[in-house]
């Protein structure tokens, strides 16, 4: 993989799209437990995505993305992968 794909980058949290099955796989409390986290610690582990056409796409990191949402944070860590499409 190319190292400018590895870099942690700040991307806005509006942006990057979750794919129906794994809005599914939401767990409530782990969000919360996250949300408390990140006000202590930050984020400690940026969300993958990969840019597929005209948006990015989370391959992972649902929790940590929606624990953002839940902060009203605008911005997130980000790693940019190369993923294939399933």
């Known amino acids: 993989m190319e190292d400018h794909l590895k870099a ?3 991307v806005a949290v509006e942006d990057v799209y979750i794919p129906v099955k794994r809005k ?3 767990e409530p409390k782990k969000i919360e ?4 986290s990140m006000i202590d610690e930050g984020q400690k582990t940026p969300i993958q ?14 929790h940590r993305l929606e624990a953002c949402r839940a902060l009203g944070e605008d911005m997130i860590k980000a790693i940019f992968v190369q993923a294939r499409r399933f």
């Open 24 to 26: 599914k796989s939401l």
């Open 33 to 36: 437990a996250i949300a408390e």
């Open 8 to 10: 942690t980058r700040k």
């Open 49 to 62: 995505v990969r840019q597929d056409e005209n948006r990015l796409v989370l391959v992972e990191g649902l």
